[in-house]
Structures are given as C-alpha cells and as structure tokens.
C-alpha cells in the first residue's frame, strides 16, 4: 500500500469526518436525515473563497474568511429551523416527509450555489507553502492543518458534550425527548444549539475540503454519500 495514498486518505478522512458528526447531531437530536446536510457544507466553502478573494483586505486572510463562512453557514442553518423544519415538528410530520422535504432544500441550496458563484472550480488564494518531507513521504503543510483542525474540533465538541450545561441536555435529548422536556430541559434552546453546532463543523469541513483541493458546486452531495 502507497504511504502517500494513506497521508491524503487521512487528511481526506478528516474532513468527511466533520461532516458525519454534525449529521450525526441532527439525526440522533432532532430525529432528522438531513440529505441538505452536504449543501450546507458547500455553501460555507463557497462563502469563504468569495471572501477570500474580494477586494477587501482584511478577508484576504483565509482563517478570517472561513469564520465568517461558518457563521453563514450557522445562519442559513437557522433559517431553515425556522422557516421549514420548526414548522415540521410542530405537525409531527412523518420521516419520509422530513427526507423529502430535506431532499428538496438539498437542491435548492445546490442550486443557489450554482446560480450565485456558476459550476467552475474554485481554488482558495492560499500562500504557496512547501511540502514536509517525512521519511520519504511527502506531506502537504495544508493537510496537517485539516488534520490538526479536525482534532481540535472534535475534542471540542466531546468535552462540549461530556462537560458543559447545554451538551448534557443535548444527550438527554438525544435519549429521550419526552422525557427530557418533562424535567424541565429547554428543548427548542437545545434544537438551536444542535443547528449552531452541526452547521458550525459541516461549513469547517467544507472550508477544510477547500484547503486541500478545489471546492464544487457538488462537492458536498458527494461528500455525505
């Protein structure tokens, strides 16, 4: 087996790591196959090359322009909470019409997506930086970044779970949401925090993505099957 090959499959590993965590959150939490999931991950990919090649400065800087990826990709998040899946609940809608429905605003933001910035490639304005030569592989400064950015967000999203208010209601809701709201758990708080987060890691994957290879409309369609 190429070493080379398991260095990229790695760094590859990372990303769609990320993304099957925030799917993870949303099915487990709220219940919801969430086939938009991967759009999501488009949109905060694309967000971060628009503002890393604008004219402005400032968002040059790629780790400025990923941040605020992020939060559009939180905002859109939200939206769609309020607007589509809130709405769900409150009907109790069945899992098929939550699948078909999530399918629908799958091809609505890949659409947009297409609309807005067309069907091209993209590539970040990423600074040329020289690969590490590890006994003989040679290793991207960019895919230990992805690496080492996924590890953080991990860890941060275990000690979240393990240790904080918010992530224990998150479990307790995850086990059993009746139950759960009978002692006393804000459940709708919990909801947006699932979303915050979910869409939080799944625009990092997608920007991440972007760090190593191009980013594409489909992009993250792919990534989730």
Same mark, same amino acid.
């Given at each position: 087996? $190429? %070493?080379?090959?398991?260095?990229?499959?790695?760094?590859?590993?990372?990303?769609?790591?990320?993304?099957?965590?925030?799917l993870t959150l949303t099915y487990g939490i709220l219940r919801l196959s969430n086939f938009a999931h991967g $759009?999501?991950?488009?949109?905060g990919a694309f967000v971060a090359w628009m503002l890393?090649?604008? %004219?402005? %400065?400032?968002? &040059?800087?790629?780790w400025i322009s990923m941040l605020i990826g992020i939060v559009?990709?939180?905002?859109?998040?939200?939206l769609t909470e309020v607007v589509v899946w809130k709405r769900m609940r409150r009907v109790r809608a069945t899992s098929t019409t939550l699948v078909i429905i999530s399918i629908g605003l799958a091809l609505f933001l890949r659409n947009g997506i297409l609309l807005i910035w067309g069907s091209d490639a993209k590539r970040y304005n990423l600074p040329v930086s020289e690969a590490i030569d590890l006994f003989g592989i040679k290793i991207k400064f960019y895919n230990l970044v992805v690496l080492g950015l996924a590890l953080v967000a991990i860890a941060g999203l275990h000690f979240l779970l393990q240790n904080t208010k918010i992530g224990k209601a998150m479990r307790a809701v995850a086990d059993d949401i009746d139950l759960a709201r009978v002692t006393g758990i804000n459940v709708e708080q919990v909801v947006l925090w699932t979303w915050i987060i979910s869409a939080s890691l799944t625009g990092l994957g997608g920007?991440?993505?972007?760090?190593?290879? &191009?980013?594409? %409309? $489909?992009?993250?369609w792919f990534l989730i099957m």
């Open positions: 087996m $190429d %070493p080379q090959l398991i260095v990229n499959g790695i760094a590859l590993g990372s990303i769609i790591a990320l993304g099957a965590v925030g $759009d999501l991950m488009t949109l890393n090649l604008s %004219p402005i %400065p400032v968002l &040059n800087n790629i559009a990709t939180v905002g859109v998040a939200l920007q991440m993505y972007g760090l190593v290879t &191009n980013v594409r %409309p $489909d992009m993250g």
